[in-house]
């Protein structure tokens, strides 16, 4: 058996791989960066061994590093998580020839699915449906067009050594496709340092379905049934589930077999990922195979009771696989959300700084958090910026998604903005509680980005009502605190939400609140106290968490997928601020402000340049990804207020205009 396992990742699938080692009586090594000396992982882990300065190319890509970690720490397996160096076949061969076991598949299965064209060519060999297209790579922008004119408009261009949702491109027709086939092969050079394209038909408004399989060192291939991961944000996974709520038994049964021919023909041993795209008769296509663990993977955890970690060590340490095929049963619904250190108000810009809290739901009773970070932590340019996964089980789908809502209601991250506020309005839109998915659900559903302010009329009239209840509370206890307690009348307010006014009515009752507002009224009780971040409440018989931030009358609220901030006055108050002068804006449209903290990489204009809407103004690098800012409006440049190389911080003035 296995004695020692040297985690070669960070973050949370890290700190993920060395629990349930632990549980395994099995010891730790964590290898870190610099940046990460102090991370959950190096904490948890037993011993850890420094290999590098915190950029990935610097540490966690060297692979000459990290096998002297295998070789000075004495440890019998190597488990490489997901990203990194999970998909090298020169990491896996290395970590053999340390004389250590690498926890996945063999180098030969890796090789054969790493690559997109020959990956493709196999499956339909094993007998798998895949994406109808041109066979093997294209060369030349006319060979290109040729194809994708037998193949039929909508088109797809791929990089063949693509992943991580880049080195994609649509093409509509072939004025599209001459001029995306150049841009593809540059990124896709620059991206994964190999320029073969492909292209196959693009599949409108698709589901993605993946199946999880297992094979051991026997012979023995199983799947564990399907997770939808259809809700993307540019191609990338943000919301899983299992089992998917389109697919019926047969599609099933057709899927996972087809899977599982597919893993055999490579000699698959571990886990792995067979990714399908399923269009809306339940055809289905293979996509890809991914040899790794994948993020996604609680969700079958949490419907098979499975550890896939477990599993892994398991099968790497040569043991049969402990079940069958017939073996295999799901029971109830189970969601995972990422919960990602980013701004989806500001165009889900990377949001970088000290985690000054990091408060997540209590876990059990169908919820589970899988993270990497702690309070306090600092999450940094270098990585991914997925902080967290939250994970909820239910009996039925329902359940799972009520379950991942309350549970984001309670996840509290300060210090860094998180995307819970859209993720909490993802679970809560109709059209996903109703099932009906696609890869372009949030391109279609939020064509001009997520504004968490415009929210329906019962949430804002809910949040209305806690506003002035907790401008009550407030009042009633500075009362107490100056002078003898004398708060048992009835409160009247002014609620303002941006130009609306609401008059409210706060009344105690003996357990709680009657609150009158303009739609009706409602009871509520809480034991909420100022300072509490986290409200909760019983409205009407139902309970409902708030995340409360403000004060002195003006209260930012959180609630399942709204955002509102709202001021409370006095009736008085409120009818004198309509005598006063407006406030004067600050005309920020006449500045370009850095909308992250990054480096400035390069500036495209200079002083007295005329510029149009839409426009390349500056890029700035953040988080490894480079961000084009562009003009809003058409104007022309008056100073640059930074230069190339800087160091900007959110908000600094980069351009102003005339
Ligand atoms: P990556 O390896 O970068 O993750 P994939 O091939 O797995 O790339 O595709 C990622 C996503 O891109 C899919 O989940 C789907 O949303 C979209 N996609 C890929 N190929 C097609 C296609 N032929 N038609 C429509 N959408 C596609």
Redesign the pocket.
């Known amino acids: 058996m296995i004695k020692k396992i040297l985690v070669a990742n960070r973050g949370e699938i890290a700190c993920r791989i060395i629990r349930t080692a632990h549980s395994m009586n099995i010891a730790t090594v964590a290898v870190v960066s610099s940046a990460d000396r102090d991370s959950l992982s190096a904490r948890m882990a037993d011993e850890i061994v420094e290999i590098g300065p915190p950029p990935a190319a610097e540490s966690y890509l060297r692979i000459d590093r990290i096998v002297a970690a295998i070789e000075s720490t004495g440890a019998d397996a190597v488990h490489p998580g997901y990203g990194f160096l999970s998909e090298n076949t020169r990491f896996a061969e290395a970590v053999a020839g340390a004389g250590a076991i690498f926890i996945g598949p063999p180098p030969a299965a890796i090789a054969a699915m790493g690559d997109?064209i020959t990956a493709k060519r196999l499956a339909k060999k094993a007998g798998v449906d895949t994406?109808p297209?041109h066979d093997g790579e294209v060369t030349g922008e006319d060979e290109a067009a040729r194809a994708a004119a037998a193949i039929g408009y909508p088109v797809?261009l791929?990089a063949a050594a693509?992943?991580?949702?880049?080195?994609?491109r649509?093409a509509a027709g072939e004025a599209a496709l001459r001029e995306g086939f150049a841009a593809t092969r540059r990124e896709a050079l620059s991206s994964f340092a190999d320029d073969r394209v492909f292209i196959?038909?693009?599949?409108?408004q698709?589901r993605?379905i993946e199946i999880q399989i297992l094979a051991d060192s026997h012979g023995t291939v199983v799947h564990l049934g399907e997770r939808e991961?259809s809700l993307?944000r540019r191609?990338q996974?943000i919301i899983e589930e299992a089992p998917s709520p389109f697919l019926d038994e047969t599609t099933r049964a057709a899927m996972g077999s087809q899977a599982c021919a597919l893993a055999r023909s490579v000699g698959y041993q571990s886990a792995g990922t067979v990714?399908f795209?399923v269009d809306r008769d339940k055809k289905f296509?293979f996509?890809?195979m991914n040899t790794r663990l994948q993020v996604e993977h609680p969700v079958t955890e949490f419907v098979t009771g499975l550890d896939l970690v477990e599993l892994m060590i398991r099968i790497a340490a040569g043991e049969p696989l402990p079940f069958t095929q017939a073996q295999v049963r799901t029971t109830g619904w189970a969601i995972e959300a990422r919960l990602y250190a980013e701004d989806p108000v500001r165009g889900f810009l990377p949001s970088i700084g000290r985690l000054t809290r990091f408060r997540p739901p209590v876990e059990g009773q169908g919820v589970r958090v899988d993270t990497g970070v702690h309070e306090g932590a600092e999450v940094s340019i270098y990585y991914d910026p997925m902080i967290a996964k939250l994970i909820t089980h239910g009996d039925d789908r329902a359940a799972a998604i009520d379950r991942m809502s309350h549970a984001l209601d309670r996840f509290v991250v300060s210090g860094v903005t998180s995307n819970a506020v859209f993720l909490a309005a993802l679970v809560n839109h109709p059209r996903f509680r109703a099932g009906r998915l696609s890869?372009e659900f949030i391109a279609e559903e939020y064509p001009d980005g997520f504004a968490p302010h415009r929210v329906a009329k019962p949430l804002a009239t809910r949040l209305v009502a806690v506003a002035a209840l907790i401008h009550t509370v407030t009042a009633a206890r500075a009362r107490r605190i100056g002078a003898p307690a004398q708060d048992s009348g009835v409160n009247h307010w002014i609620v303002r939400v941006g130009d609306t006014e609401h008059p409210v009515e706060v009344a105690p009752t003996d357990d709680g609140y009657v609150i009158e507002h303009p739609g009706g009224s409602m009871s509520l009780s809480t034991q909420w106290q100022p300072g509490r971040r986290l409200l909760t409440a019983h409205i009407d018989g139902e309970t409902a968490v708030v995340q409360v931030a403000g004060g002195h009358g003006v209260y930012r609220l959180t609630h399942a997928g709204a955002y509102l901030s709202l001021e409370v006055l006095p009736p008085h108050i409120a009818d004198l601020m309509h005598r006063m002068p407006p406030k004067p804006v600050r005309d920020l449209g006449r500045f370009l402000l850095s909308p992250m903290p990054g480096l400035l990489v390069s500036v495209a204009v200079e002083s007295g340049a005329v510029v149009k809407a839409g426009d390349t103004l500056a890029v700035i690098e953040a988080m490894k990804m480079e961000n084009i800012l562009r003009a809003e409006r058409d104007g022309t440049v008056k100073t640059i207020h930074a230069a190339k190389g800087d160091s900007l911080m959110v908000d600094q003035q980069v351009i102003e205009f005339e």
């Open positions: 997109k994406v297209g797809m791929k693509g992943g991580g949702g880049k080195g994609m649509i196959e038909k693009y599949i409108q698709p993605h991961c993307q191609h996974k990714e795209i296509y996509l890809e890869v």
